[in-house]
T-cell receptor, first 113, second 112 residues
Framework: KNQVEQSPQSLIILEGKNCTLQCNYTVSPFSNLRWYKQDTGRGPVSLTIMTFSENTKSNGRYTATLDADTKQSSLHITASQLSDSASYIC????????????FGDGTTLTVKP | DVKVTQSSRYLVKRTGEKVFLECVQDMDHENMFWYRQDPGLGLRLIYFSYDVKMKEKGDIPEGYSVSREKKERFSLILESASTNQTSMYLC???????????FGPGTRLTVL
């Protein structure tokens, strides 16, 4: 069964600190892995996408890594800001043409001043 | 910028009512999707459409139907709403040949 598990479920950090969110997946076949940011009351917005051959991708203060051998990904946030408070969702696509993806349940990040 | 809009942000309906959730995208995307998002379960695909009048069942289509009469509009229909359909519903669109899905703001549906 295709599964995407994220940890921790929730995280509270102080403004300016770094943090790392984890994603483990058992999805097969693998097409790509994407991290989304979902602000409260809004739809998810894509942060990064990685294919099998990519092991790191950055978007500003967000850096995603992918280890296709261990089927793990992480999202590292540097110098956190209050606006980083959101849910971060890991999504693994296994059939791009058919729009088939498995979504993780997300990690809720709260950044406090 | 791609814009995906959903007809309502919040909706309250009674058990047994017929419910229509509308989604419109303005970027001429071929593919459109309906998901529901529940705590502990993540986003789950209900239906998707890859062209006008074309639809495919997702992972949890039971109790739902869809309509795509025009390219820019994708409707989700609950023929007879039930309390277990209380959820956040998210619509998304994607251009064929690309990987990025663009999501709408979501509709939080409560069925009493």
């Amino acid at each position: 069964k295709n599964q995407v598990e994220q940890s921790p479920q929730s995280l509270i950090i102080l403004e300016g600190k770094n943090c790392t969110l984890q994603c483990n997946y058992t999805v097969s076949p693998f097409s790509n892995l994407r991290w989304y940011k979902q602000d409260t009351g809004r739809g998810p917005v894509s942060l990064t996408i990685m294919t099998f051959s990519e092991n790191t991708k950055s978007n500003g203060r967000y850096t995603a890594t992918l280890d296709a051998d261990t089927k793990q990904s992480s999202l590292h946030i540097t110098a956190s800001q209050l606006s980083d408070s959101a849910s971060y969702i890991c999504v693994v696509t296994y059939n791009t043409n058919a729009g088939k993806s498995t979504f993780g349940d997300g990690t809720t990040l709260t950044v406090k001043p | 910028d791609v814009k995906v809009t959903q007809s309502s942000r919040y909706l309250v309906k009674r058990t047994g009512e017929k419910v229509f959730l509308e989604c419109v995208q303005d970027m001429d995307h071929e593919n459109m999707f309906w998901y529901r998002q529940d705590p502990g379960l993540g986003l789950r695909l209900i239906y998707f459409s890859y062209d006008v009048k074309m639809k495919e069942k997702g992972d949890i289509p039971e109790g739902y139907s869809v309509s795509r009469e025009k390219k820019e509009r994708f409707s989700l229909i609950l023929e007879s709403a039930s309390t277990n359909q209380t959820s956040m519903y998210l619509c998304a669109s994607r251009r064929t040949g690309t990987d990025t899905q663009y999501f709408g703001p979501g509709t939080r549906l409560t069925v009493l």
